[in-house]
């Protein structure tokens, strides 16, 4: 039987032309799989017969929307997660749920190997092979932008011999990956780290210098999980489609960062997460009333590691799994409603309230009918300060000596 192999299939120029390419170098059959995240653009039907009619003998489409933002961007909400202080890993947790249906694709099909279309020098390529060992450890793994010398030069003159139906002329000098949990952008004039990206970069979000009215919003969240916008129910992802639309339009979630990539090489990239940004700054307001201080001050390590393994391709590890155990904990209280002001490329919050909270007025009001003791402060502190002043007057001992 010829040998059969799955390919992560975006639509575009490069894994189009793998397809054939792919095929002419190995004999095997290719069944390109699109999975739908939320990046819009094309219909997965017209995605489906451009693969077919570059010679994919079978497509696999999902849209895997839903699914994404429940079980991908939900714990990465949960979490607060934010890569180097400032990624909300867009692309990193995309990953994971395409390998899920690669995978799938690979055993309806009766493939033997996956292959995609990322460099040899970027994260991606990590987050899918490892993925892919990890639910698939009989599946190989090929990569032919990687292996098999598939440059961009030799893409275009193999569409255009071929005759395949894409467009070759089109020239992006930018590489783009987009979710509805947000979009990135690199390379080109961008890697001159000193260079300001310009317009034309941008898409999820309008430019905050020339803000509309201030649109002031209430989120609803149930056990750390956005469930109603302005009263108004809403599933997880129609809260990140509607919250990308309107703090959007305020030019909320721009980041522009130099960050740490796994290989070793440090890359710049412009992320947009409009929907991302304004509900992880809701989230863990909500999170500062209902979660005790010392459980919230460990969750935020946690969600720092947290987002260190997501990054670096261990979404499916023991690891994560342990971390999630302790983060879903977490959230068993972060309940109630937070309203935010989005203007000018801003998100922030002037409301909170909580049936959960641990918020206590009369224990933090300053005015008459106070319930919080002030005497037992003097004896606290003198312990508190304790063990740093029997070591302070040692220091003073030996420096004597
Ligand atoms: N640097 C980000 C990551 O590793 C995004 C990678 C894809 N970026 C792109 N512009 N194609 O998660």
Redesign the pocket.
């Known amino acids: 039987m010829t040998e059969r192999i799955v390919l992560a299939y975006s639509g575009g120029l490069d894994t189009s032309v793998a397809i054939g390419w792919i095929g002419e170098a190995t004999g095997a059959e290719v069944i390109a799989v699109a999975v739908d995240v939320g990046q819009g653009g094309e219909s997965l039907e017209t995605i489906r017969q451009r693969a077919l009619g570059c010679g994919a003998v079978e497509a696999y489409v999902a849209d895997a929307s839903d699914e994404f933002a429940n079980e991908y961007c939900m714990p990465t909400l949960k979490a607060n997660a934010l890569y180097q202080g400032h ?1 909300p ?4 947790i995309s990953r994971p749920v395409i390998v899920k249906h690669l995978v799938k694709a690979a055993r309806e099909f009766g493939a033997s190997t996956v292959a995609h279309g990322c460099t040899g020098k ?3 390529q990590v987050r899918f092979e490892v993925g892919i060992q990890t639910l698939g450890p009989d599946l190989k793994c090929i990569a032919p932008v990687r292996d098999l010398a598939l440059t961009r030069d030799k893409a275009i003159a193999f569409a255009e011999e071929k005759g395949l139906p894409i467009e070759t002329t089109k020239k992006n000098p930018y ?3 987009q979710n509805v949990w947000g979009r ?3 390379t080109g004039y961008l890697e001159d780290i000193w260079n300001a990206p310009t317009k034309d970069i941008y898409d999820y979000t309008a430019a905050p210098e020339f803000p509309p009215a201030p649109d002031e919003v209430t989120i609803s969240f149930e056990a750390g999980v956005p469930v109603a916008i302005d009263g108004v129910k809403v599933t997880p992802l129609q809260a990140i489609k509607e919250l990308n639309r309107r703090a959007g339009a305020q030019g909320v979630g721009r980041i522009d960062v130099v ?1 740490d ?1 796994l290989v070793g090489i440090k ?1 710049r ?1 412009i992320y947009e997460a409009p929907g991302a940004m304004a509900l992880i700054t809701a989230h863990k307001h909500l999170e500062d009333i209902t979660i005790e201080r010392e459980q919230a001050r460990f969750k935020a390590t946690v969600g720092q590691r947290w987002s260190e393994l997501v ?1 670096d391709g261990q979404w499916f590890s023991p690891l994560k799994r342990s971390l999630d155990a302790f983060i879903e904990d977490t959230q068993k209280y972060v309940t109630g409603d937070i309203r935010m002001v989005l203007h000018g490329g801003q998100a922030i919050v002037n409301g909170r309230r909580s049936g959960t909270s641990l918020y206590d007025f009369d224990l933090a009001t300053y005015d008459t009918g106070d319930t919080f003791d002030q005497s037992m402060a003097r004896g606290f502190i003198e312990l508190w300060g304790m063990s740093a002043k029997v070591a302070s007057s040692r220091d003073l001992r030996v420096a004597g000596q």
């Open positions: 990624y890993l867009v692309s990193a970027g994260n991606d590489s783009i990956d990135a952008v690199e960050e990539r890359s990239e990054y």
